[in-house]
């Protein structure tokens, strides 16, 4: 089956305990449409870069998939219909990679940038 990861915005003024209940919610979807969730992350309330529907912040998650496109496609309609979901983005991928996403790695595990050039 083919593999997904999808990040879901929903409303600011949900608990975290409600946030995450969604994830769950949405996964059972998936999993009663014949698909599997392999994990899933809850990153938490983050600063969005621009308002959606008056919400300046967002409960943020992740879920990494393995489902047919059907079962995608259900869960992405009912996401969609779902008045706490703002927004969700779905990519499809040839393999999960292992370990936490970027958002939960510690700062120190990431990596070093590269030094600043001096601008003249």
Same mark, same amino acid.
Request: hydrophobic letters at 35%; aromatic letters at 6%; zero cysteines.
């Given at each position: 089956?083919?593999?997904?990861?999808?990040?879901?915005?929903?409303?600011?003024?949900?608990?975290?305990?409600?946030?995450?209940?969604?994830?769950?919610?949405?996964?059972?979807?998936?999993?009663?449409?014949?698909?599997?969730?392999?994990?899933?992350?809850?990153?938490?309330?983050?600063?969005?870069?621009?308002?959606?529907?008056?919400?300046?912040?967002?409960?943020?998650?992740?879920?990494?998939?393995? @489902?047919?496109?059907?079962? =995608? $496609?259900?869960?992405? /309609?009912?996401? &969609?219909?779902?008045?706490?979901?703002? %927004?969700?983005?779905?990519?499809?991928?040839?393999?999960? @990679?292992?370990?936490?996403? =970027? $958002?939960?790695?510690? /700062?120190?595990? &990431?990596?070093?940038?590269?030094?600043? %050039?001096?601008?003249?």
């Amino acid at each position: 089956m083919p593999l997904y990861e999808h990040v879901m915005i929903a409303r600011q003024d949900l608990s975290t305990a409600q946030a995450e209940s969604l994830v769950e919610h949405f996964g059972t979807v998936l999993t009663d449409n014949g698909g599997t969730l392999v994990e899933s992350e809850y990153w938490g309330v983050k600063t969005m870069a621009y308002k959606i529907n008056k919400n300046r912040k967002g409960h943020y998650a992740f879920l990494k998939t393995d @489902a047919p496109s059907s079962a =995608v $496609q259900e869960m992405e /309609r009912l996401m &969609r219909l779902h008045d706490d979901v703002m %927004r969700v983005l779905t990519i499809k991928v040839d393999e999960h @990679a292992e370990g936490p996403s =970027v $958002q939960m790695q510690k /700062r120190e595990e &990431r990596g070093e940038r590269g030094e600043r %050039r001096e601008r003249r």
